[in-house]
Nanobody
Framework: EVQLQASGGGLVQAGGSLRLSCAAS????????IAWFRQAPGKEREGVSC????????YYADSVKGRFTISRDNAKNTVYLQMNSLKPEDTAVYYC???????????????????WGKGTQVTVSS
C-alpha cells in the first residue's frame, strides 16, 4: 500500500521555524520526485517546493525562496521541508506528493502527481 505521511505542522509565531517531514512507503522512493504543496482557505493549491529523484535538483516558489529548504534522505524514504522566518501568509495545509522521475514533469502544477499524502496544518500567528 502506497503511503505518504506528512507531519511536523503546528502553531508558530511569525519569524519562527518548523520542519515538515514526508515519510513514504509502498513505492520505489528514490525513483520519485517529491513536492510540497499548500492550500490556504479559499485559495488554490500552490506548489511550494520540489526535489527531484535523479540529481536532487530543488525548486522553490518565489514566495519561499531563501526561507524554506527542501531535502531528502533516501535511506529513510523521507523528505523534509525546513521552514524558517515564517510569515502569517504561510498559514495553510501543507501536502506532500510524489511524481515519478523529476520535478519538471509537473511541478509546480498539482495535476499529474502519482501519490498524495494527507496534509499537515501550519498556522503562523502575527
Amino acid at each position: 500500500e502506497v503511503q505518504l505521511q506528512a507531519s511536523g505542522g503546528g502553531l508558530v509565531q511569525a519569524g519562527g521555524s518548523l520542519r515538515l517531514s514526508c515519510a513514504a512507503s509502498g513505492f520505489t522512493f528514490e525513483g520519485y520526485a517529491i513536492a510540497w504543496f499548500r492550500q490556504a482557505p479559499g485559495k488554490e493549491r500552490e506548489g511550494v517546493s520540489c526535489i527531484s529523484s535523479d540529481d536532487g535538483s530543488t525548486y522553490y516558489a518565489d514566495s519561499v525562496k531563501g526561507r524554506f529548504t527542501i531535502s531528502r534522505d533516501n535511506a529513510k524514504n523521507t523528505v523534509y521541508l525546513q521552514m524558517n522566518s515564517l510569515k502569517p501568509e504561510d498559514t495553510a495545509v501543507y501536502y506532500c506528493a510524489a511524481d515519478e522521475g523529476w520535478c519538471a514533469r509537473h511541478y509546480p502544477e498539482y495535476y499529474g502527481m502519482n501519490y498524495w499524502g494527507k496534509g499537515t496544518q501550519v498556522t503562523v500567528s502575527s
